[in-house]
């Protein structure tokens, strides 16, 4: 088999659960070899999916899929403009088939590939809501008795709503309106009432959303201080992470970053820096695993862990992904899990299991997850915009989601 | 007119010479009123078509195209990732239109919504090319003699091709060649030459095109710096801009750099540091005339000057919008400018005309450019990917294009 | 296969020309599978083989040979006390034969674990040496006429023998003395005729071998920055690394620097804050291609490119292991080459060979490299100190080697 | 007997208690002039025997014992690679031998050849330990009733055992568990529990011995400031000691650290900047006390004061040295003390005794201190590699001993 080509490229979108799913099929001119990526941005996949077919598939059939590498470095470079979302995610799908197709190749699981596992299993941390403290706190005593021991609270809607239309201007428009004021009280008022329900040995974590102006982000940050989450995260919007700074300066919180970023100047200062402590990129949208491997590289020397985004608009291959780096390598910190659907299971036969509070990969070749096309095939993608991104502050203006 | 909506984006690709250039037309509840942008990334433009129809003309239909400022804020929000290629040329193509809408509305140019002109017209530099310093010496004669006063000089391809193919190891995959030692040597030799072939007070300029390694630029940028360019550009891929700090602690050779920038971090600390002289971003790849116009106002206080990047891949609606920029913000430096053929002149009536070295906006509303569709329609765009963009090494590996 | 264990880590002691090289074989439970590593520390080889033996041994016998990180992470901190060359060249012998057991279990080379080739070969510097200018840049031709595009130049003794014995104090000491005052007047001497005969095209090196005070280095680096150097390496001795800043703030001439790291406080700082050009750490000084791995993606996103050490004293195992980074990881630079004996090609079958001043790493499982272990037998290691490292300054006084 | 040369080297490993000690001799051409030194690195000691038998014993023979720096130097440069562990016990061994020599010809004590005394003994600090707030305090209030007036104080094992084997994924693997959570709960509360039982005026120390995540480290110091430690020690690896600047910029807790230091790079910035209030190295792990030495004079200027590392894997032999260091360098904080057994102060005649919470060195020439050769034959060290350097997290993962 020493010549092996990519013979074609194709991309499913499929809808089994809440978000639109990309899948991308790397097939190769040796009979039956195939690999699996996820290209999954959910909000804008027919631009991803337009990338694939019109531009990225053409561009990689005929090469050795073997040379990942080299490949990553061709799509990436090839479209001159680079580093953006919607080109990352159609590379991250090829990328990820790639090291699917190496690990058939070499008929390791993918973490065998990068140095075995550093750990059995990634633990992760599930998510607690709800209207008041206590019924946060009733909700993540629910996780703890399933043996989950990393939470993640949120109170009052996700990441929160605002106060009542009273309060806005007449000719404000629709969208969803959160008050920054509102979110700065119920917060620490939260998490004080956590420790006094949950005790100071559960690990708690909470998502600000980036919802906040900058010096707000900075005054949170120090007031929850003394709750010791094990994460705050995104308590800033990409555009204004310079003020970790300001954070690091006052507070000594352990915060988590990343599930916006698509560009190296969004990322590599901050780790240099030491401005962060988790790196939560979304893989798909960094341009897959490539990236994301050596990411998780650069962190180790600077003392930060990885917290790959893992929501359910990360699709089941990407998530298999997820867990392959988690077990792999050393500066592994936690895994996000959504829970998946029955039909999630159904379709992607190897969707890792969560068991008593840790994640498992299988150890089948590749990613170890296959994919029912024609069980996709009923469950096409359905269009439209999102709402919950128009986000308002109570005057009526558009505020970061 | 109080109620104002969109009611349709539509975009047009067409191809009148070498580059894919897409248009956007948005056409709103008032008959007759429509505006034109540009949302030209010629190497990705299905992509920027697909964001287009299926995610950002559904996302501003019914909307008040008067709110340009809310409107660009909901484009690059509501797909929740941002900041890249595709998406932000998506958001381009509609905002430029939205300005052109509101140059109608007021029956005034564009210009002069940002208060007036600062100059009556944009210096422009032109491209002066060869094999040999006499020939590269002979070309810029050539373009001062039509009374061009800027011209940027290449030497020997562009940006320079490499090696004989004896230099490369057995098993070199095909691709663009070209020798980074062989660019060390051969810059320094032309501007010597070219400095004592046209004297001291022509304004010369140079394109490095990130073809070196970040230690090679900073020479290069220290060894150039006795023959006074106007600027030197691009020396630095995007992914390594922090170089630029060791750049200036060597030499002060003035700096341009921009035309790959998609993100704030690739741009507002090189600002804020006063790491570059001239900012050169393709204004469509920011996200259009919103964000190039906060930019300009950005870079003038820190005494950084304009340059947007003008080659054939920008639409003439783009270069339009350019040269409204120009002769407004005090703050302009210099616009590139690259021939348009007769046919763009004929499918874009009102495309600026340059004179004497000098580009003249009209008086027309809007950006005063109109477009021929059923001429566009005879022109369509042929898909293809860019080979030159495969850039490689002598020993076979590929570099930034 | 899912039950693998370690049965057996052995070294072997083999001087087959000036080095003793330490050579670690790792034997599994599956009868004839089993990897080989480098941990030459050729002056200090006996501490290594007592560490291999008496420490490393034990504590991974037993073990997941397949788990190459957690196995990496356990050498190196079961000692408590860790980072320096003794223990981590026996680490990295253990080490090396895990990646080729990786790589033989996978049925593939070592660098398609990592994403195959970015590059079919990787470039390779020699070494011209000589008694005066004339003659160095004789030995270059020499090299460049068969086929080598990278020349390293050393003029008068390596790397430079000092004055005449007349100018010592009496009662000097014996060693081997060297003059940091001829060394300034002659290096750019040296490469100001090497460029009148060789021309500008030519990349050439030179290593200074940490024979300068700080402030001298800078000077120097200052003073040959009109010759273009490819790389200027170890100008300064790894105590004296924070110097790289005085150098940075005067020149743009390339820097190479790394021999001697063991540590990990030597190395990132000077990567994140690019005050080098080249990472040129021995191997297996460092612990191993585990973490030579990291490094490279380490110095990725700032701009640092590869140059792993490769004299006489590094094993054609560690060679393979070198070269199997090279042509993988996309930032390499260059390699160090020194030639290898027939004996050594004998004793280590699959040694890679330079054709045309590039080395081709071959495709076989794991390294690609066997080990004649009876002959090697025939060619004990010699005990003795080295010499050479006992360097004085005119004055009598002991200085870095 | 201005003729003095080494005429041997010789080492000896006993372990009289815990721990294997290894003793260094040097013999002198003068009848009856010897010295002992320290070489202890309790996990690596075969290494280091290999080291000094056919590395550095050679090299020193036939030299002159009173040239201590030049040795010093010496030894350090042979090898090349340097700064390490393994190599700096073996020189630590001979140089502290050279000091006692040097001493013993000269009739004086070593305090005295470095000016003498600046106090008449050195305060130590003794550990209080127990399972419970209560117990550690009891603990404490029997150190203080016998004078000793600095406490250490460690809860729940040292320095933390973990949770369950419930909380472990399945699969993980044998080693030490300790959960951080546990500890960043039970740590302020048992300074918050001894401040409430012994009161404001005792000297409380705390070890974390680098068992936390870089930010929770920092979260820690910060939660300890009300409670005024003498010192907290050890809050981050060597491989993380970027993250004090994090530290210093949100508490003034006071900061020891360093006994894993082997390379200058790990321990001049931090007294340069000041990150750290104590140097706490392992002084054989530093080459001796010819590096210590210079190591108290550059804190000096800086403010920081030494508190030598002193437990059981120190030998007597470099206890005595610490306690010469500790009398004379007018910076001197405290010293550990670990209480020896009668063994040992039979083995070793002269080792210094604690009377009221102060150790004292004796009036003897050199260290004052004699060894039985033929007690510890009788006491050789047994083999086994540490078992508790195997630490993990509860999810199986290898962690920082």
Known sequence: MSELRITAVRSFCTQPAGARLLIV?????????????CATFTQRYRAVEAALEHHIA??????????????WNLMMLNGYWRNGPVLNNAISGVDMALWDIKGKLAGLPCFQLWG???RPAAAVYGHAG??????????????????????????????????????????AAPGRYFSPRERLEA????????????????????????????????????????????FLEDILAPEDIRWFERVRAVCATPLAMGELFNNPQEITPLIAERLIDFIRVHVSQIGGVTPALKLARLCEPFGVRTAWHGP????????????????SVPNFGIQEWARRTPLEYDMFPGLPEVRNGYVYPNDMPGWGIE???????????????????????????????
Not at 200 to 225: G, Q, S
Not at 375 to 386: Q, T, V
Request: net charge negative; charged share 25%.
């Open 25 to 37: 099929k790397v097939i190769t001119s040796e009979p039956g070899l195939h690999g699996l990526g």
């Open 130 to 171: 709800g209207a008041t403290v206590e019924a946060v706190a009733e909700d993540a005593r629910r996780l703890l008795a399933e043996g989950v021991r990393f939470v993640r609270c949120q109170m009052g809607g996700y990441p929160g709503l605002g106060g009542p239309e009273a309060q806005r201007p007449e000719g």
């Open 116 to 118: 075995g596992r550093s």
């Open 312 to 327: 359910g608009d990360t699709s089941p291959v990407g998530m298999a992904a997820n867990v392959h780096l988690d077990v």
């Open 187 to 230: 917060v620490p008022r939260l998490f004080e009432g956590l420790r006094a329900a949950l005790g100071d040995e559960v690990e708690l974590l909470h998502d600000i959303h980036e919802r906040l102006a900058p010096i707000d982000a900075v005054w949170l940050a120090k007031a929850l201080e003394p709750f010791r989450l094990f």
């Open 371 to 401: 994919f029912d096309e024609a069980l996709a095939a009923r469950h096409p993608c359905r269009d439209g915009n999102p709402s919950w991104t128009e986000a308002r502050t109570p005057d009526g203006a558009l505020a970061r989601p």
């Open 58 to 71: 053409p561009l990689v059939a005929g090469r050795d899929p073997r040379d990942s590498e080299e490949l």
